[in-house]
C-alpha cells in the first residue's frame, strides 16, 4: 500500500481566513513533505518534516504554518493568504528523508 | 548544482504509436532517477524509478534505463493509449549532491494522446 490521503481536495478561502490541509499516511514512512505547484509548473519544495521534526523549510511565507503532530499526519495551517497562494498543495511521504517519495492527490486552493 | 532537463512539450501522438520523452540530468553525486505521471487534476504517481546506473525501470509498458555515461533517463514505450494523456515529470534525488536528498523534477512534458 503506498497511499497518501489528503483532506479536502478542494477548498475555497478568503484572505482574513483561516484554514487547514490535512495529509495522512499509514506506511509508517518517517518523513513527510509539503509542496505547491502552480499550473503547467513542476511541483516546489516547501517543508520537510523528518522523523517529525522540521527539516527543512524553502523560506516560506510565515502565512504558511506546517505542523507534525505525529509520524502519520501533517498539517499546513493556512492563514491571511493571498491570492497568488492558490495553488494545487501536494503532500508525499517516503521511508526516511531521501528515499523514494509518494504523493497524495493534492488539495486545490482558491483564495480571493 | 543538480538539475533535470526535459524535452519541451507538448507531445501529441496518436494511439498505438512510439513515445520516447527525453531526460537527461546533472548531478554531482550518484543519483536515483524517476518519472513520475500527473493525470489531470490529480497528484503525482511515481511510474517508474532506477537507483543505479544501467538499472532498467519499468511499469504500465513505460520503460527507462539509467545512463550514467550520457547522464540520461530517457521515458519510452512501444504503443501509447488514450489514457496516457498527462504530464509526466522526471525528477532526482541525490543525497551527496547538496539538495538532502530532495527530489529535484525537471519542468514536465504534456502529452496527448489522440484515438
Known amino acids: 500500500d503506498t497511499e497518501v490521503t489528503q483532506t479536502p481536495k478542494h477548498l475555497v478561502m478568503g484572505m482574513t481566513n483561516k484554514k487547514s490541509l490535512k495529509c495522512e499516511q499509514h506506511?509508517?514512512?518517517?518523513?513527510m513533505y509539503w509542496y505547491k505547484q502552480k499550473a503547467k509548473k513542476p511541483p516546489e519544495l516547501m517543508f520537510v518534516?523528518?522523523?517529525?521534526?522540521?527539516?527543512i523549510n524553502e523560506s516560506v511565507p510565515s502565512r504558511f504554518s506546517p505542523e507534525c503532530p505525529n509520524s502519520s499526519l501533517l498539517n499546513l495551517h493556512l492563514h491571511a493568504l493571498q491570492p497568488e497562494d492558490s495553488a494545487l498543495y501536494l503532500c508525499a511521504s517516503s521511508q526516511t528523508q531521501g528515499e523514494t517519495q509518494y504523493f497524495g492527490p493534492g488539495t486545490r486552493l482558491l483564495v480571493l | 548544482g543538480n538539475s533535470v532537463t526535459q524535452m519541451e512539450g507538448p507531445v501529441t501522438l496518436s494511439e498505438e504509436a512510439f513515445l520516447t520523452i527525453n531526460c537527461t540530468y546533472t548531478?554531482?553525486?550518484?543519483?536515483?532517477l524517476f518519472w513520475y505521471v500527473q493525470y489531470p487534476g490529480e497528484g503525482l504517481q511515481l511510474l517508474l524509478k532506477a537507483t543505479k546506473a544501467d538499472d532498467k525501470g519499468s511499469n504500465k509498458g513505460f520503460e527507462a534505463t539509467y545512463r550514467k555515461e550520457t547522464t540520461s533517463f530517457h521515458l519510452e514505450k512501444g504503443s501509447v493509449q488514450v489514457s496516457d494523456s498527462a504530464v509526466y515529470f522526471c525528477?532526482?534525488?541525490?543525497?551527496?549532491?547538496?539538495?538532502?536528498?530532495?527530489?529535484?523534477f525537471g519542468k514536465g512534458t504534456k502529452l496527448s494522446v489522440k484515438p
Open positions: 518534516y523528518s522523523y517529525e521534526k522540521l527539516s
Open positions: 525528477a532526482l534525488s541525490d543525497e551527496n549532491g547538496g539538495s538532502q536528498g530532495n527530489l529535484i
Open positions: 506506511m509508517g514512512h518517517r518523513a
Open positions: 548531478a554531482t553525486g550518484y543519483p536515483s
